[in-house]
């Protein structure tokens, strides 16, 4: 099992004959991701030849001819594609997202990063009332290893395991994600560090709590905002397995704005002592380190929770 992408994951990829977009989708389907199509109007009607010499899900050696739709209406009614991945530059990104959303995509994965916060909040909107679930912006996508990977999130640093994740920083989830690789993961979320993303961790969180093969959930977060809190509020009341904490940002500075994730803190609002302290009160452990966040998994792992 898994949350949000499995192996039946037909995926379209919005940019796909862009640099970024040519380099990440070779490294999906080396992933074993059903790449069924790219999407880019001015190349309609042509194939993109990957070669991928060790595809995890049988195929390689010979290059994987992926055709070019002009639109994801037509992707989709071609090929039955339930998920986009889109690495558009952030003044087409709104576009983008708002032409899957009308087009009825079960998942947009938006990985491109620096989309103007008042995009966000729109095609968010937007993509909610049509019932299109947003990951991201500015994320890394989301992994269900050995079945699916659509983003950006490297396929070899894990396997399949028990343990689920879901992270604001995508650094911190490859890091995660290599320390407890002997454990592996259902599936790994990085929901995105902006001031609006379209998943939360109460999201992920609820999904966990469904999900039969999840036996522990990972939470990352950073300082800034309330979204921590929250989700503590939420564990108290609804989450039944464990969860161990991160909370990037211990070190940084009263007052400044701290990395992508546009997080100010004021006071004790936002800080990471104060976003412990909420989860610690809801029987969350939490980490000082990635290290021994990691460890403290294990740990609850071998107790049975």
């Given at each position: 099992?898994?949350?949000?992408?499995?192996?039946?994951?037909?995926?379209?990829?919005?940019?796909?004959?862009?640099?970024?977009?040519?380099?990440?989708?070779?490294?999906?389907?080396?992933?074993g991701t059903d790449v069924v199509g790219?999407?880019?109007?001015?190349?309609?009607?042509?194939?993109?030849?990957?070669?991928?010499?060790?595809?995890?899900?049988?195929?390689?050696?010979?290059?994987?001819?992926?055709?070019?739709?002009?639109?994801?209406?037509?992707?989709?009614?071609?090929?039955?594609?339930?998920?986009?991945?889109?690495?558009?530059?952030?003044?087409?990104?709104?576009?983008?997202?708002?032409?899957?959303?009308?087009?009825?995509?079960?998942?947009?994965?938006?990985?491109?990063?620096?989309?103007?916060?008042?995009?966000?909040?729109?095609?968010?909107?937007?993509?909610?009332?049509?019932?299109?679930?947003?990951?991201?912006?500015?994320?890394?996508?989301?992994?269900?290893?050995?079945?699916?990977?659509?983003?950006?999130?490297?396929?070899?640093?894990?396997?399949?395991?028990?343990?689920?994740?879901?992270?604001?920083?995508?650094?911190l989830t490859y890091q995660l994600m290599y320390e407890l690789r002997?454990?592996?993961?259902?599936?790994?979320?990085?929901?995105?560090?902006?001031?609006?993303?379209?998943?939360?961790?109460?999201?992920?969180?609820?999904?966990?709590?469904?999900?039969?093969?999840?036996?522990?959930?990972?939470?990352?977060?950073?300082?800034?905002?309330?979204?921590?809190?929250?989700?503590?509020?939420?564990?108290?009341?609804?989450?039944?397995?464990?969860?161990?904490?991160?909370?990037?940002?211990?070190?940084?500075?009263?007052?400044?704005?701290?990395?992508?994730?546009?997080?100010?803190?004021?006071?004790?609002?936002?800080?990471?002592?104060?976003?412990?302290?909420?989860?610690?009160?809801?029987?969350?452990?939490?980490?000082?380190?990635?290290?021994?966040?990691?460890?403290?998994?294990?740990?609850?792992?071998?107790?049975?929770?």
């Amino acid at each position: 099992m898994a949350i949000y992408l499995t192996k039946e994951s037909k995926v379209l990829v919005q940019g796909m004959t862009g640099g970024e977009g040519m380099k990440h989708t070779r490294r999906m389907l080396a992933a074993g991701t059903d790449v069924v199509g790219g999407v880019n109007p001015r190349k309609a009607g042509q194939s993109v030849d990957f070669d991928v010499p060790q595809c995890l899900n049988g195929l390689g050696g010979a290059p994987i001819a992926v055709p070019v739709f002009g639109t994801v209406a037509e992707g989709m009614a071609a090929t039955g594609a339930d998920v986009t991945v889109v690495f558009v530059p952030p003044a087409f990104a709104k576009a983008a997202v708002l032409e899957a959303a009308d087009a009825g995509i079960a998942l947009a994965v938006v990985i491109t990063e620096g989309i103007p916060v008042h995009d966000s909040v729109a095609f968010t909107a937007y993509a909610r009332r049509n019932g299109t679930r947003i990951i991201g912006p500015n994320c890394p996508g989301l992994i269900t290893p050995g079945q699916s990977n659509a983003g950006i999130i490297p396929a070899d640093i894990t396997k399949p395991g028990r343990i689920g994740l879901v992270s604001k920083s995508g650094t911190l989830t490859y890091q995660l994600m290599y320390e407890l690789r002997d454990i592996g993961f259902s599936t790994c979320v990085g929901i995105g560090g902006d001031p609006v993303v379209g998943t939360s961790h109460i999201d992920c969180l609820a999904a966990f709590q469904e999900d039969p093969d999840t036996e522990l959930v990972v939470l990352i977060g950073e300082i800034g905002g309330d979204a921590e809190e929250r989700a503590a509020a939420y564990i108290r009341d609804h989450v039944t397995k464990p969860v161990v904490g991160y909370i990037a940002g211990f070190t940084a500075p009263e007052g400044r704005t701290m990395g992508h994730a546009g997080a100010i803190v004021s006071g004790s609002a936002g800080t990471a002592r104060a976003k412990q302290e909420a989860l610690e009160a809801v029987g969350v452990r939490v980490g000082s380190t990635p290290t021994e966040t990691a460890r403290l998994v294990l740990e609850l792992l071998e107790t049975g929770g």
